[in-house]
Each structure stands twice: as C-alpha cells, then as structure tokens.
Nanobody, 122 residues
C-alpha cells in the first residue's frame, strides 16, 4: 500500500501564504500524478492542482497565479505553495497520488491523505 501524509495547514489572514507538504511512503512501485484537492464545508471535493512525474502541471482556474505545485520525485513528495490566500480558499486540503504499490504493480489506483485544514480569515 501507499500512504500519504500531509502537513502545513493552519490559520492565516487574507493575503497571507501557506505551504502544504505531502509525503508518500510504503511499498511504492511507481507514482504518476500527485496533486491536491480541497473540500469546503457543505461542498464537494474539488480539484486544486496536480503535477505529473515529468513535471507537467495543471491548476484550477480559481488558484492560477496564486498557487504553485512542486514535486520531488526522488523523495516522493509534493508541495503546494499558496499565496494571496482568500477566505474562499478555506477548506480541508487533501493530497492525492495516482500510483502502483509494489505488491500489485499492475493495479493503478488513487491514494488519498487524511487532509489538512486551511483557514483564511478576512
């Protein structure tokens, strides 16, 4: 199995910055895409950003120009630098990885972290 552990959430004022970090561990065969999703109270989980093993990135329109995703393939980590945070960015942020575990290398599936809370005050 592959485990994802997030860190870096917290409380920040509008206009401030936070950096989220996610580390993958366990019996990893390969990781293709790593990314971040978020879920605000009463809303569905939504895509924020993702990065492939080759470094290609995609962002939700709502965070373009404010958030930056980076990845360290050697360390199996992904980070999300969030600048100019706004109250509407308040949510639980989840790390996601599309990966294959060593005990089932033909089985490509999504893995999720436990989530980290980001709260932006106005």
């Amino acid at each position: 199995q592959v485990q994802l552990v997030e860190s870096g959430g917290g409380l920040v004022q509008a206009g401030g910055s936070l950096r989220l970090h996610c580390a993958a561990s366990g019996s990893i065969f390969s990781i293709n895409v790593m990314g971040w999703y978020r879920q605000a109270p009463g809303k569905q989980r939504q895509f924020v950003a993702r990065i492939t093993s080759g470094g290609s990135t995609n962002y939700a329109d709502s965070v373009k120009g404010r958030f930056t995703i980076v990845r360290d393939n050697a360390k199996n980590t992904v980070s999300l630098q969030m600048n100019n945070l706004q109250p509407e960015d308040t949510a639980v942020y989840y790390c996601n990885a599309g990966a294959r575990a060593s005990d089932s290398p033909t089985n490509y599936r999504d893995y999720w972290g436990q989530g980290t809370q980001v709260t932006v005050s106005s």
